[in-house]
């Protein structure tokens, strides 16, 4: 994918986000799965994520960064 894909907003991407790929994500990762469905499904921002998954703001955005690159693939 190119790199302005990866950049993508989660807007942006949720028509991008098949239900196979993400329950394959939540067999991977569940909390990054979380993630997911917090920021595509409940509209919650990075900083809202990671507060109600209880991490810190830098792990949101590493574990957001990961899984919009694996889903791209996917």
């Known amino acids: 994918p190119s790199a302005s894909l990866v950049t993508t907003t989660a807007t942006h ?3 991008l986000v098949k239900i196979e ?7 991977k990762d ?18 809202q994520s990671a507060k109600s998954l209880g991490i810190s703001l830098t792990t949101a955005k590493n ?3 990961y ?7 996917e």
Not at 36 to 44: E, I, M, P, W
């Open 13 to 15: 991407l949720q028509p």
């Open 21 to 27: 790929a993400l329950e394959k994500l939540d067999k």
């Open 30 to 47: 569940e909390l990054k799965a979380d993630l997911v469905k917090l920021r595509f499904y409940a509209g919650l921002t990075i900083e």
């Open 63 to 65: 574990y957001w960064a």
């Open 67 to 73: 899984t919009r690159a694996w889903l791209l693939r």
